[in-house]
């Protein structure tokens, strides 16, 4: 036993050197952000919106795997503020990730600083407000994680690359808009479409003949699904969220709200000075709205003068679920380690649980709210980490909501799922309505095994993708319809899986599960090697204040 005991304390010491060490070597980046408001107006309407160092989008940030990166946030604004950083997985690190569930706010005149490692990661993500619908004021911008210099991308070198932040855009003040939702009214139709927060034919990006660009394209819009094409110019899908995906050109690509990928496009030889239109198109809306940019080649002038190139058909639901099928992982290229993707074989690991949640839509006393198996999330005035860290009771109530569909009377709640950590589970979102949802696990990414129409059942598992299915954190579920993911809980913390729907969100389809070792359930005492400590600036509120 002593033995036994020695040996433990050698592997820890060990760890502790090793975790140490890995953050000795990595690079650091610093960063000065203030965060203030701008009144613009990107569709001519004058508006309030959310910049950082006087920039909308906000500044790039711009790491390779296993940077460590410190950010220092000053908030100019009359609100609380929180910035999540959406896809980044936050590894043993769940106190910097920038949600109501996890952080208190930076009060107005405060500033705070985040300190985290993009760890075993690369690809394409972006940063936005979490808080009081503000993402509809801006305050987003993108994310790159490029390879260490030792693992090669898995094709030839770009000549440049481009970050094309896309996403809807609502003409009334943010603050406005959260008023509607606080009635419990659901948002209007959106005035139109931004492309790295401009109107129409304002975004332009320049191209040389014969180049190939690199185009990271990121969905940072409030609810709206997009179409994103480029006139007379295929796209090479390389990479989404993390993953480099099996290399297969696309005229056109949906990306649902909160969604990134990587494309490559090839410049054309001969243009004869010739512009070209960038689209992004909405999907599945009662009108179809557009927001272009523009393709420049040397000597090019004006607009085209062409039509705007055509996509799918709006509700063509069936041409957007193929496409979501057909994207696959490259299982022979390494990414953020040397060793293939491949090399994990998420297909052969026993399941621990099973989950079924389904969306749903409630009317209560005349306002709308959104429940996952039948409980719409209400935030308590304590973060749920810091109630967890302090062991401060009814805060919230774990398991709260049921493993699958009960059909219960709906209510309010703060619901926790208690996970045991290195488990491997299955999900299943089962969407019984006519819109298409979106939903995201912060914390990790996860395979998104299977994808059909109806109502899922165990012998669907039979048909499941356990071999190449693609690897992200943001997925959609298209109406009357179920997608089915595997995770492997590998990641210590409390980690928030929510709607990437704006709305839906803010109203309750949303939930954190609570992941926690085998002996650990006084967080206090969890050790550097499955989570790091609480940090020395942190922001306390609520109850944890009086801690």
Not at 349 to 375: A, M, Q
């Amino acid at each position: 036993m002593e033995s036994m005991k020695a040996l433990k304390a050698i592997l820890f010491s060990f760890t502790s050197v090793l975790v140490a060490t890995v953050d000795a070597i990595s690079s650091h980046q610093c960063y000065d952000w203030t965060v203030s408001y701008s009144r613009r107006a990107p569709l001519g309407v004058d508006k309030q919106v959310i910049v950082i160092n006087d920039m909308f989008p906000g500044p790039l940030l711009n790491a390779s795997t296993d940077d460590v990166l410190t950010i220092h946030v000053h908030n100019n604004l009359t609100d609380p503020f929180l910035l999540t950083w959406n896809g980044i997985q936050m590894r043993r690190n769940s106190w910097q990730d920038g949600v109501q569930g996890t952080n208190c706010p930076i009060m107005p005149g405060q500033n705070w600083t985040y300190r985290f490692q993009v760890k075993d990661q690369i690809g394409s993500f972006f940063y936005f407000p979490s808080l009081l619908l503000q993402k509809a004021a801006g305050g987003y911008g993108a994310i790159r994680v490029n390879n260490r210099v030792a693992i090669p991308i898995p094709f030839p070198q770009p000549y440049k690359e481009y970050d094309v932040l896309i996403g809807d855009w609502y003409n009334a003040e943010y603050r406005d808009l959260r008023a509607l939702l606080d009635e419990g009214i659901t948002l209007p139709m959106l005035d139109g479409i931004l492309i790295n927060g401009m109107g129409p034919n304002q975004a332009t990006f320049d191209f040389e003949p014969g180049a190939t660009y690199r185009l990271r394209i990121s969905n940072v819009g409030l609810k709206t699904c997009l179409n994103f094409r480029i006139q007379d110019h295929l796209m090479l899908l390389v990479e989404t969220e993390g993953s480099y995906t099996i290399q297969q050109y696309y005229n056109s690509l949906d990306i649902h709200v909160g969604q990134s990928y990587s494309v490559l496009v090839t410049a054309k030889n001969q243009t004869d000075a010739k512009p070209y239109y960038m689209v992004a198109s909405s999907r599945f809306t009662p009108f179809e709205l557009y927001g272009t940019g523009i393709i420049r080649y040397p000597c090019s002038k004006g607009d085209p003068s062409v039509l705007l190139p055509s996509g799918p058909l709006p509700f063509d639901y069936a041409y957007s679920m193929d496409q979501a099928r057909s994207i696959r992982w490259d299982l022979a290229v390494a990414a953020a380690r040397p060793n293939p993707q491949g090399s994990y074989h998420y297909g052969s690991i026993n399941i621990s649980r099973t989950l079924i949640l389904e969306n749903d839509v409630v009317y209560s006393r005349h306002k709308t709210r959104f429940t996952t198996n039948g409980i719409s999330f209400v935030h308590p005035v304590t973060p749920l980490k810091l109630a967890d860290y302090f062991q401060i009771k009814d805060v919230y109530k774990l398991n709260m909501i049921p493993d699958k569909p009960n059909h219960r009377f709906p209510s309010c709640g703060t619901a926790v799922i208690n996970t045991l950590y290195r488990d491997f589970y299955h999900i299943v979102f089962q969407n019984p309505k006519g819109d298409v949802q979106t939903w995201h696990l912060d914390g990790y990414n996860f395979f998104v095994v299977g994808m059909e129409w109806g109502k899922w059942d165990e012998g669907k598992m039979a048909d499941y993708n356990m071999n190449d299915a693609v690897s992200r954190s943001t997925v959609q579920v298209y109406p009357f319809s179920w997608t089915a993911i595997l995770v492997s809980l590998d990641n210590q913390g409390m980690w928030n899986l929510r709607s990437q729907d704006a709305e839906k969100c803010y109203l309750g389809q949303e939930l954190y599960l609570r992941v926690i070792g085998v002996g650990e359930e006084d967080p206090s005492k969890i050790p550097r090697r499955d989570e790091y400590p609480i940090p020395k600036n942190v922001i306390k509120c609520g109850i944890a204040a009086y801690h």
